[in-house]
């Protein structure tokens, strides 16, 4: 998984709040990804809050979205 993928999923996956928050690369150490991991698969507020995000999930266009997002960084544009 590419960087810009990771660093995209991760942050959607924060804003539904179904996740952890991100953790900058240069701020990423084993103890706080050791917290994030563990936070993730124990928080049961982000388990009762993923069940309505699958759903939404499910009606966006995903592939669409991802050409839209490789083309703007292939273009330099970067990611919005």
Known sequence: MSTLLASRL????????????????KELTAQRLAEA???????????????????????EDGVGTAVTIITQYLSGKGVQ
Do not use: F, N
């Not at 991991?37 to 499910?58: F, G, H, K």
């Open 37 to 59: 991991m563990t936070r993730a698969v124990t928080d049961e507020t982000m388990r009762r809050t993923a069940i309505v995000p699958d759903e939404q999930i499910q009606t």
């Open 10 to 25: 991760g942050r959607r996956g924060h804003a539904l709040g179904v996740g952890p928050k991100p953790i900058m690369r």
